[in-house]
């Protein structure tokens, strides 16, 4: 018995060693994951939980689209091709959508971040100056020009839940940190409230934009 218990103690503390080492090792490979997720980021990066929709996104573009139309037939917008970003979906998951609003068709889709104001469990929406977070409702892609990041769009707040947007420095950018495919589970960037996607995506909707001979209604909702 002494034999016996002399060999099967050093074994049985041998294996406890190696399930402590693995698993601590598991644990710090997270968090530097995390760390380097962080550094990719505009400026912060939130984990929110992921959150099923509460109507499929093919039940509710036909709807904010038919909106944006008649909005944009009674205000002289682009009322063919609408921008719709869709706050409900995470943000992982491609939810801007170039929208052919005669066809009731989604031409382009793509990641694009919101803003980092918001806490942690969810977005937080404000139209409020220093906020950081994204406001909802329709604005006006305007003019472009170069800025802090490259190509950009001035963005125009049409409702009142928006209409701060443009004294906020709310604009249309790109930025590396947002991928060009779905990453879900995992989350993207966040931007100071700024609508932001990747450089190749705003490549395409500039087309859209140099080919339009009205302003493109861009619509946040969720």
Do not use: W
């Amino acid at each position: 018995m002494r034999t016996i218990t002399n060999t099967v103690i050093p074994i049985v503390v041998f294996f406890s060693t190696v399930v402590i080492g693995l698993f601590v090792f598991k644990n710090l490979s997270k968090s530097k994951d995390k760390v380097l997720m962080g550094k990719s980021s505009i400026l912060t990066h939130h984990k929110l939980p992921l959150k099923k929709n509460t109507m499929h996104r093919d039940d509710k573009l036909p709807k904010i689209a038919d909106e944006v139309q008649e909005f944009s037939k009674i205000k002289g917008y682009n009322k063919q091709i609408a921008f719709l970003i869709d706050m409900s979906i995470p943000s992982g998951q491609n939810r801007f959508f170039v929208y052919n609003m005669d066809k009731d068709s989604i031409e382009q889709a793509a990641l694009v971040t919101h803003g980092y104001g918001s806490s942690i469990n969810e977005i937080e929406f404000s139209n409020v100056s220093g906020s950081y977070c994204t406001s909802l409702g329709k604005y006006k892609v305007g003019a472009a020009y170069q800025g802090r990041f490259g190509l950009a769009y001035k963005l125009y707040g049409l409702d009142k839940t928006n209409d701060k947007a443009f004294e906020r420095f709310i604009v249309l950018h790109s930025h590396d940190c947002v991928p060009e495919e779905e990453v879900a589970p995992q989350t993207i960037c966040e931007s100071q409230g700024c609508p932001t996607v990747s450089p190749a995506f705003l490549k395409t909707l500039e087309k859209y934009l140099a080919a339009s001979n009205k302003p493109i209604v861009l619509n946040i909702y969720k």
